[in-house]
């Protein structure tokens, strides 16, 4: 077994600084655990690594919580983006690369014949939905439980941090301060299971807006088939099927996980790994629906607004051509997935190997190791793991010098066999410390 650097204590100045976000950012001093002797200040990033301000040097499978995935500081995207930022930041007005980038998208993603810019995933999600329900003038959308899609008002239900789920197919507000009526619009119903799902179609056929699915949920994959039959009762009844894409979008593939799992969507939502970092969602889908936001029907009042001071900027615009360009490289997806997998492997061989029950989901770019002897295939069954064991298992990698996000990890295109064996090594040493207290 490999041995791996002690974590050097936090020095005076990391202390400082993270005393002093805990008192003024109230939402942003986010640490990769759920532990406050874990919080850090990053110091910088470079390819799979970062480096807090007290020396400590992480493995990253964090990524940012996924938007990473050419790595820290790629020469190639900086490159790029340096060159966008000498001509000038944010113009409202498109420059070539924001029609360029339009086009590759168009290009690579099976649902795309149209484009609109927003600058966040949130606001794609939202912008999405507006789409759906000025085509369906429709207000409901019915949503799977325990999917995540940002902070609009409407979605902000039955996410993974939902504690006391309801009966289906009721929403459970994942704040406070979400207006009363919002409840109203939002249906919710169990992923991978295609029987209930239809059931609600059926029933609310004439109030829905949309169906929103991400391809796969957090780290549970669709159970084969689930994805078209959806696609198909979606399709029957005219209903826009939304693909939240903003985790797999170019991250399964370059097709997105709508190319992975070979279903195509009416309207997808992509960001995250699109721009290496910067800030940018995509709107895409058929034109009947993107239609609406043509700016020409401002004066006709059958126009769907959804512009944004930075949507489409130049910046955030040149580094998703440069990571675009990157995930086109020959064998880029082929080398992630087979270290993803061989990561997926390793850990559940790990466990296995000291007779901790896990389960290891999704697929190799973005995996999760579930505590459990029981099939994981939605949120109520993942919501029955052993959850204390997973913070544990965190707490554990951090101390080995391996970050990752709250349960999930993430895999970059720039993660070298080394590391991967690395960090394999390291998972076993923690198996066996877990197994041990
Ligand atoms: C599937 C999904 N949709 C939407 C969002 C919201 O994206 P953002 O945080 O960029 O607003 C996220 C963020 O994690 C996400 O995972």
Redesign the pocket.
Known sequence: MKSHQPKKPRGDREGALLEEAAALLPASARHATASAESAMIIREGRGPRVFDLSGNEYLDYLLG?GPMLVGHAHPMVLKSVTAALERGSSFLLPTEVTVELAREIVRSTPCAERVVFGN???DG?IFAIRLARAYRRRDKVLKFEGA????GDALLMSNQWTTAPADFPHPVPNSIGLPEQVREEVLVAPWNDIDRTADLIAQYRDDLACVIA?PMQRTLSPRPGFLEQLRELTHRADVPLIF?E??TGYRLGYESGQGYYGVTPDLCVL??SLSAGHPL?VVAGRFDLMKFAEGARRLTGDYVSLTGTYSGNPISCAAALAALALFREPDVYPKLFERGRRLMQGCQQAFDSVGIPVQVTGEPPAFEPWFADHEIVDFRSAQKSNHALSSRFGQALLERGIMKAHEKFFVSIVHTDEDIEHTIDAIQDAAYELARA
């Open positions: 919580s966040t995933g949130s999600v995540y899609h940002g902070q991400e939240d903003v985790v960001g995250k969602s």
